[in-house]
């Protein structure tokens, strides 16, 4: 047997006895790719973000999806100089950008996912003039987010978005429009985790694919309603969504170390 070989088969080994040791990664299959088309300011899309894709931190249904946030929607562009327009007017520009920004500030979901929903919950709650105050709430630095969207970047992201979006198979009709595995979801887009479950070929199945925890899911989704028309407890909500990515990635970072 030559060296190359050897070098091979033992890769392999190490590849996979630290798969195993990581008990709960799901490394050795491809994640589910779930892709969400949609614009800051429209009210399905943040009571999407807000009331629905919460469920994907529990149960661990994260660790089997490859989340990605494109938002652009039904934003056109316009001839000479690629000047976007957004469906709901400027402030929608802006929070399109803004959470592009994000996103391409801190790619990783457990980072850029709190600041989206805290932008999106204050869209909910139709007090997204004050998007800033998410920075203070998550004790995030505001300046990547600012440099970004004050900057080319920011009009960068957005063009790229667009182009994405534009090239959608089979093109999009309406926002959100959500794609899981390549295939749109059309008006059963709410029910995303039944899509991931099934397009999952892996075998470390996330709790939350299993029967029994799809009545628990309900159950959360309904108290985040609540507390979030509930005035004072806004607040707690957001802490709540904060400890929780905050566990997973504890968690996920225990498992990656050990
Ligand atoms: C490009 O757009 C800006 C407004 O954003 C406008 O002031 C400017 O005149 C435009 N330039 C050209 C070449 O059309
Ligand atoms: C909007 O947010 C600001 C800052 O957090 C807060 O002072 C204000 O009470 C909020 N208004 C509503 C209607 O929620």
């Excluded at 004790?139 to 080319?152: H, I, Q, R």
Aim: aromatic fraction near 12%; charged fraction near 20%.
């Amino acid at each position: 047997m030559d060296a190359l070989r050897l070098l091979f088969i033992l890769s392999i080994i190490i590849s996979s006895s630290s798969s195993i040791s990581s008990s709960s990664s799901s490394s050795s299959s491809p994640k589910v790719s779930f892709e969400i088309y949609y614009e800051t300011l429209c009210p399905y899309c943040s009571n999407l973000i807000v009331n629905y894709l919460p469920k994907l931190f529990e149960s661990d249904l994260i660790l089997i999806t490859d989340l990605k946030l494109i938002p652009y929607g039904n934003a056109k562009i316009r001839s000479p100089n690629s000047t976007i327009t957004c469906q709901h007017g400027p402030w929608e520009c802006l929070l399109n950008t803004v959470e592009a920004c994000a996103i391409d500030a801190w790619p990783d979901v457990k980072d850029y996912f709190p600041f989206v929903y805290c932008v999106e919950s204050l869209v909910y709650k139709k007090n997204y003039t004050y998007w800033e105050t998410c920075f203070d709430k998550l004790g995030l630095d505001a300046s990547p987010v600012t440099d970004c969207y004050n900057s080319e970047r920011g009009k960068e992201l957005e063009l790229k978005y667009a182009a994405v979006t534009n090239a959608l198979q089979p093109p999009h009709t309406y926002v959100p429009w959500v794609v899981v595995d390549g295939q749109p979801l059309y008006d059963d887009y709410r029910d995303f985790a039944s899509y991931i479950c099934k397009a999952y070929k892996g075998t470390d199945i996330p709790s939350a694919c299993t029967e029994s925890s799809v009545g628990s899911i309900r159950k959360v989704k309904t108290n985040l309603i609540h507390s979030l028309y509930g005035e004072e407890a806004s607040k707690s909500v957001l802490v709540q969504m904060g400890t929780s990515i905050f566990s997973w990635l504890q968690r996920k970072n225990i498992v990656a170390s050990s």
